[in-house]
């Protein structure tokens, strides 16, 4: 293929297969279409599964980044309101910026005379 993917092709068994009809419904048998970097998708997928430390650091930032779309989607937001990419582009920006504002402020952002200061709510 000219991408690079490869297939494995499996005609001539598949047609004494008693399990045909139940895997393809294709005359000349299965074909599988194998991706042009599976080996590198495999291996990723591996050291996910297996790797402790590649495991904490998911669990450590998957919580904010999921957190931080949901905001960007939030309230009929999943689609773009504009035709266009520069206004479209410009949309989105600042939606990022009301939504980064939005959560500095709710973290303790005031303005005292010409400083901006983080003060952390006290429990």
């Known amino acids: 293929m000219a991408n690079g993917a490869r297939q494995a092709q499996f005609k001539k068994l598949c047609a004494t297969c008693p399990l045909k009809d139940r895997?393809?419904?294709?005359?000349?048998?299965?074909?599988?279409?194998?991706?042009?970097q599976y080996d590198l998708l495999k291996a990723a997928r591996d050291q996910a599964a297996t790797d402790p430390h590649w495991q904490a650091e998911y669990r450590?930032?998957?919580?904010?980044?999921?957190?931080?779309i949901a905001w960007l989607v939030a309230k009929g937001n999943r689609r773009v309101p504009y035709r266009g990419v520069i206004k479209n582009n410009t949309w989105l920006h600042n939606r990022a910026a009301a939504l980064n504002l939005r959560r500095l402020i709710n973290l303790g952002l005031t303005r005292t005379g010409g400083t901006w200061t983080i003060t952390p709510a006290t429990a």
């Open 23 to 36: 895997c393809t419904r294709s005359k000349t048998g299965r074909v599988f279409s194998v991706h042009a």
């Open 60 to 68: 450590r930032w998957r919580p904010p980044v999921e957190r931080a």
